[in-house]
C-alpha cells in the first residue's frame, strides 16, 4: 500500500529526489501544488539545519494532517568559516536567486587557491507525522569550490561545487544521488523509517 507523504517544497526538483529514494518504501512524496491544497511558506528562522528543517516539517503537517518531511540543506565554506550555511538559499540577499549566490560566492574566494576552497554540503531532513513523532537524518558531501560555473543539471551551488573533477551540476541524477549531501541523508532516513514502520 502506497503512503503518501508531502514534502514541504516547491521545489521540484528536491521532490524528485525524494521521490527516487523512498518511492522504493512505497512512499509517494508529493508537493501541497501537487495535492492541490495550500501550506504557509515557514520563516526559516532556526540556527542550525535541523531547526528549520523541524519548522517546515511541522508546519507541513499540522497544516495537512499528512507525514511531511522537509530538509533544510546548503553549503559550508571552509575559508568562510561555514558560510554560507543557513543562510545558503539568500546567501545575496534574494531568497533562491542561484546566479547572484553563486556570484557572491566566486567573488569571496577571488585568489583563493585549490587547498583553501574545501567545503561541504549538509543535509538535514525531517520527517513530522500526525501523532507527533519525529524521525531525522543528517548527510554530508565533501568537495571543493571550483573556479567557474561548469554544467547544466541541477540547482543552487551545484555548478561551482566540485567532487573530484566534476562539478554536481555536471553529474546525472543517479551519479549526484549516489554522492549527494541530500542522498546520503534520505538514505539515512530510509533506514530509520523502515524500522520506524516495522515497529508500527
Known amino acids: 500500500m502506497n ?33 492541490g491544497i495550500e501550506i504557509t511558506d515557514v520563516d526559516e528562522t532556526g540556527e542550525t539545519f535541523y531547526e528549520n528543517a523541524l519548522l517546515k516539517a511541522q ?8 507525514p511531511c518531511v522537509a530538509d533544510d540543506s546548503g553549503l559550508a565554506v571552509d575559508y568562510l568559516v561555514g558560510a554560507p550555511g543557513v543562510y545558503s538559499a539568500r546567501f545575496a540577499g ?5 546566479a547572484k549566490n553563486n556570484q557572491k560566492l566566486l567573488k569571496l574566494l577571488t585568489d583563493v587557491e585549490v587547498p583553501e576552497r574545501t567545503a561541504r554540503f549538509v543535509s538535514v531532513v525531517c520527517c513530522v507525522f500526525p501523532n507527533g513523532d519525529i524521525v531525522t537524518a543528517r548527510g554530508e558531501c565533501k568537495g571543493y569550490i571550483g573556479f567557474e560555473e561548469r554544467g ?12 573530484g573533477d566534476k562539478s554536481f551540476a555536471e553529474l546525472t541524477p543517479d551519479e549526484k544521488d549516489a554522492l549527494s549531501h541530500r542522498g546520503n541523508a534520505l538514505r539515512l532516513l530510509s533506514e530509520k523509517l523502515k524500522d520506524y514502520f516495522s515497529e508500527q
Open 3 to 35: 503512503k503518501e507523504f508531502l514534502i514541504a517544497t516547491h521545489n521540484m526538483k528536491k521532490r524528485d529526489e525524494l521521490y527516487r529514494i523512498l518511492s522504493p518504501l512505497g512512499i509517494d512524496v508529493k508537493t501541497a501544488d501537487q495535492l
Open 59 to 66: 508546519s507541513g503537517c499540522n497544516e495537512s494532517g499528512m
Open 94 to 98: 534574494e531568497h533562491g536567486n542561484d
Open 152 to 163: 547544466n543539471g541541477g540547482f543552487g551551488y551545484d555548478p561551482l561545487f566540485m567532487v
